[in-house]
């Protein structure tokens, strides 16, 4: 059955960096486009960037694959002959902190917006931004 | 950025009964590409709805989706125990994806 396990997450100090890894299994990892999402402590979901199944970043056209809120601090990417997904934050503010959650979509070969709704989720790494 | 606000903030119900959970989006959203997630407390959100109507696989027929353009509903006809979650609606038909505060669905 699919599993997505991700990894990395820890207490950091504002402006230093953290690199989460998701590792997945039991679907075919370079046919779909993947998703980290993020959750602050007691608050709603937030889509935080997406990547395309053959790592290329392009979204809808229009590059826009990263959430304004972390646009030019973190930066997606993947491994596909290890079947993993990166999130590298750099910069990190205390509003960084939060679940960080990476999801896949059903749809394969579609990295569009349009395809992205997330019926696997990991179990989430916690993130945590403090002095 | 398409807006989704979610009512109520909070649904107080009993087993057995109804619950309709809204959700409104600031501008309409495309195709109705409109999902709905449950979220129990310690776990990860689970996909209920894509499409707006659609049930995802193994989401029971008590569940159903509908609506379109700026508003959406989630019926959940006869709650059971485990329903008791909170619910957040999700647009992916214009960039950025958002998602809606959530509601919260308590025993009453």
């Known amino acids: 059955q699919v599993q997505l396990v991700e990894s990395g997450g820890g207490v950091v100090q504002p402006g230093r960096s953290l690199r989460l890894s998701c590792v997945a299994s039991g679907f075919p990892f370079s046919s779909h486009g993947m998703h980290w999402v993020r959750q602050a402590p007691g608050k709603g979901l937030e889509w935080v960037a997406t990547i395309s199944y053959d790592g290329s970043v392009s979204y809808d056209g229009s590059y826009k694959y990263y959430a304004d809120s972390v646009k030019g601090r973190f930066t997606i990417s993947r491994d596909n002959s290890k079947n993993t997904l990166f999130l590298q934050m750099n910069s990190l503010r205390a509003e960084d902190t939060a679940v960080y959650y990476c999801?896949?979509?059903?749809?394969?070969?579609?990295?569009?917006?349009?395809?992205?709704?997330?019926?696997?989720w990991g179990q989430g790494t916690l993130v945590t931004v403090s002095s | 950025e398409i807006v989704l606000t979610q009512s109520p903030g909070t649904l107080s119900l009993s087993p057995g009964e109804r619950a309709t959970l809204s959700c409104r989006a600031s501008q309409s959203v495309s195709s109705s590409y409109l999902a709905w997630y449950q979220q129990k407390p310690g776990q990860a959100p689970r996909l209920l709805i894509y499409g707006a109507s659609t049930r995802a696989t193994g989401i029971p027929d008590r569940f159903t989706g509908s609506g379109s353009g700026t508003d959406f509903t989630l019926t959940i006809s006869r709650l059971e125990p485990e329903d008791f979650a909170v619910y957040y609606c999700?647009?992916?038909?214009?960039?950025?994806?958002?998602f809606g505060q959530g509601t919260r669905l308590e025993i009453k």
């Open positions: 999801a896949k979509p059903i749809q394969t070969y579609c990295s569009s917006t349009r395809c992205s709704y997330f019926d696997s």
């Open positions: 999700q647009q992916y038909g214009s960039s950025p994806i958002t």
